[in-house]
């Protein structure tokens, strides 16, 4: 197996902590770790492991029959793949761009395991960054909504990762203390990972939380879901069919809302829930202003495709407990099997 540097900049996260690579190691397998500057883990702990180190980008060059292990998108060369992949490739939803990543693969003929698509026999998915993606993203809509009632910048000003989750958390509290009044909350897919995130970051300051799942939103009520302050969107599409926003609600006469958090965030996406933005937010500058609401305030919205990241060493070391099972059963286990499937199928739609 070989573990690659990020080439997202912003990304600190990894799949695997050096505790699970030496677990990893001590079950038989080899490890190589590619150095890189921004993940949270230093590489000195990984040779302590007993990987062993090599250059950023070297995963090119692996062998063919090395499995190589990231997070998130791949940079855009080589145009070939050769080699099994597994991270979050973003591209089975139609988003724009997908059959050429798909050709990539076919020119090489190597296989992607796309984190997302790793789940059991009842379609769950075997690890996930899920509770600390809706977590992180209600943190950020809390944490503006209060500070802009109280006069003051909050998150907007540009982001960069936290040591941990107490230094949000103190941020929130704080301004909490202070508001005149809390919002009344929304979450949308409240039952999943994602949603229990959001829920408990939102227990932060203390605000109501209405919580809605699949129930709730086959027969939506539109007038209740647009007299909330902040909504929290953690739904997972799979397909087309539910609509919480879209650009007419913006001018209704219901709509109360003025912050907007889309921790699902698939704005290329045709199943996008919330079509009132055309890509994702970063964390130079988190909010984006969508319209204004029917009290003429403007309607804030957050969509950030990366939200563990802010918080890395907790959510990567979350996400590698879950993981390492997953590594220790490759590429026999049913959860590979589901990720192949989901690939072939796919791949046969490519032209």
Known sequence: ????????????????????????????????????????????????????????????????????????????????????????????????????????????????????????????????????????GAALAIWRHLARDQGQQGPTAGLSSFDGREAVKAEIAALAARARKLPRCIVIGAKGRSGRGAVDALAIAGCQVTQWDKEETVELDRKALLGHDLLVNCVLMTGPGLRLIGPGDLASPDMKIKTISDVSCDPLSDYNPLPVYGAPTGWQKPFIVIGTNADREAIELTAIDNLPSLIPRESSEDFSAQFLPCLLRFDQGEEWQAAKHVFEEKMALVP
């Not at 990984?46 to 090395?66: I, M």
């Not at 076919?106 to 790793?118: A, H, K, N, W």
């Open 1 to 136: 197996m070989h573990l690659r540097d990020e080439a997202r900049k912003t990304e600190r996260r990894t799949p695997i902590t050096p505790n699970d690579a030496a677990r990893l190691i001590a079950a038989g397998q080899t490890l190589d770790v590619e150095t890189s500057s921004k993940r949270i883990f230093a590489d000195a702990a990984y040779a302590q492991a007993g990987c062993q180190l090599l250059p950023a980008g070297s995963w090119t060059g692996a062998e063919r029959d090395t499995l190589i292990v990231g997070l998130k998108e791949l940079p855009p060369d080589p145009p070939a793949l050769t080699n099994a992949m597994v991270h979050f490739a973003h591209i089975y939803k139609d988003q724009f761009g997908w059959q050429d990543e798909m050709r990539r693969f076919r020119r090489g003929g190597g296989t992607l395991y796309d984190i997302e698509f790793l789940a059991d026999s009842h379609g769950r998915r075997k690890a996930a960054f899920g509770y600390w993606a809706g977590w992180m």
